[in-house]
T-cell receptor
Framework: DAGITQSPRHKVTETGTPVTLRCHQT?????MYWYRQDPGHGLRLIHYSYGVKDTDKGEVSDGYSVSRSKTEDFLLTLESATSSQTSVYFC??????????????????FGPGTRLLVL | GDSVTQMEGPVTLSEEAFLTINCTYTATGYPSLFWYVQYPGEGLQLLLK?????DKGSNKGFEATYRKETTSFHLEKGSVQVSDSAVYFC?????????????FGTGTKLQVIP
């Protein structure tokens, strides 16, 4: 298994409070991602990072911010949690591989997830 | 945009039955294709992958073939076990805006009964 941990694994919070989720990797991979998983939607990308201090928005980034001050850590912050942010959050890591013929390919590896309940 | 369509579940099979979970995709560019499996309370685990047309990915008795002509990547297993009960996600990956964008299907739940 890829060395990815997430903390906390479970969190209950109240509407309007700030929440920070942490993703930690020991693989020294360049790319890190935050997804949320909701019934009927599969996984949707929130934010991603392509290096230290280099981040960008995904498809559902509103209400979320991220930071990456070290290669191994990628933090997801909900500035003011809302009930619509109740979800399971997954971190993923990857590195690009260049295959024979110059084709680039990436495989993402996932952490165990954080269950967040916003009351 | 890119999309992945999976058959809706749940799929219920008896032990030792043959499994097929259909997956079709639309993508701009030349995607890599993946199947991930998620057991209850856990994260997604890579099951198998294929990077070019006619490639066959295989792992733990599961296999899928990258069919460019039908834009499909169906997952098959000859004889399922109770321990295969999980949710299976089909996904594609394409280079988009400087990073590899991964698009997931909504998942298919498989339940195998003894």
């Amino acid at each position: 298994d890829a060395g990815i941990t997430q903390s906390p694994r479970h969190k209950v919070t109240e509407t309007g409070t700030p929440v920070t989720l942490r993703c930690h990797q020991t693989e020294n991979h360049r790319y890190m991602y935050w997804y949320r998983q909701d019934p009927g939607h599969g996984l949707r990308l929130i934010h991603y990072s392509y290096g230290v201090k280099d981040t960008d928005k995904g498809e559902v980034s509103d209400g979320y911010s991220v930071s990456r001050s070290k290669t191994e850590d990628f933090l997801l912050t909900l500035e003011s949690a809302t009930s619509s942010q109740t979800s399971v959050y997954f971190c993923a890591i990857s590195d690009l591989q260049v295959l024979a013929g110059g084709h680039e390919q990436e495989t993402q590896y996932f952490g165990p997830g954080t269950r967040l309940l916003v009351l | 945009g890119d999309s992945v369509t999976q058959m809706e579940g749940p799929v219920t099979l008896s032990e030792e039955a043959f499994l097929t979970i259909n997956c079709t995709y639309t993508a701009t560019g030349y995607p890599s294709l993946f199947w991930y499996v998620q057991y209850p309370g856990e994260g997604l685990q890579l099951l198998l992958k294929a990077t070019k047309a006619d490639d066959k990915g295989s792992n733990k008795g599961f296999e899928a073939t990258y069919r460019k002509e039908t834009t499909s990547f169906h997952l098959e297993k000859g004889s399922v076990q109770v321990s295969d009960s999980a949710v299976y996600f089909c996904a594609l990956s394409v280079l988009s805006g400087g990073y590899q964008k991964v698009t997931f299907g909504t998942g298919t739940k498989l339940q195998v009964i003894p």
